[in-house]
């Protein structure tokens, strides 16, 4: 192997990522139920051997002679959500509310808000009359029991968390206004279509005008 080339960053991101596992299978001891302290654990033996093979097959290219070459692409962009997003996100951060758009002709709620009805093909958020708050109050309509947690490569950090996810059906919606978000987390065994949640919004502080200034749901009713 050339001296001259050193380790891709990828690879050794990929070493940091294990680290990082390492750490983050202490943190699961922490989860005090034990169904999700299972699932966490899981998770983290997936992430374990995806990334243990990743370095495997990074350590056999280079015993067979290839030169392994550095491909993290950066690409930094920033872009324009539109006026209607940007007014939905404004709402989220400043009022702690969900906005909704409703089509003058058809009466449907455009959630989230996009500048046209997919039906009637007309614009729609112009008018102050177009706008509607839903409540942060829903039914859950499924739930997700995601496992595997992603390890974000630029920066080896493991992104993500063991709480369900759910399909809501926000109060104040049409039957398709629906978000999908994190659940509390509580035991899996009353997880079920028909649970009544409530939003648990951040702090001002805290709010950056995104879906996650919502912390998760809280299960209201059974
Ligand atoms: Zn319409």
Known sequence: MNGKIGRPEWAVNIERALVHLTENEKECDDITNEKYREYARASMAIARKKYQNEMATYQRALDEGYVVVDRIVNLPFEESCGLRLSKFFAALRE????????????????????????????????????????????????????????????????????????????????????????????????????????????????????????????????
Not at 122 to 132: H, K, L, N, P
Not at 145 to 166: K, S
Not at 176 to 185: P, S
């Open 95 to 222: 009022e702690a509310r969900i906005l909704a758009l409703r089509c003058p002709n058809c009466r449907r709620v455009i959630f989230p808000p996009r500048p046209v009805c997919g039906f009637c093909r007309i614009s729609v958020g112009e008018r102050d009359e177009d706008w509607q708050i839903l409540n942060d109050t829903g039914t859950v309509i499924s739930v997700i029991l995601a496992t595997e947690r992603e390890v974000d490569r630029p920066t080896a950090r493991i992104i993500g968390r063991p709480n369900p996810c759910a399909f809501i059906r926000l109060d104040g919606g049409d039957p398709w206004t629906v978000l999908v978000h994190h659940l509390e987390l509580v035991d899996p065994e009353v997880l079920k279509a028909g649970l009544r949640v409530k939003a648990v919004w951040k702090p001002r502080e805290e709010r950056r005008g995104r879906m996650s200034d919502i912390e998760y749901f809280r299960i209201i009713e059974p």
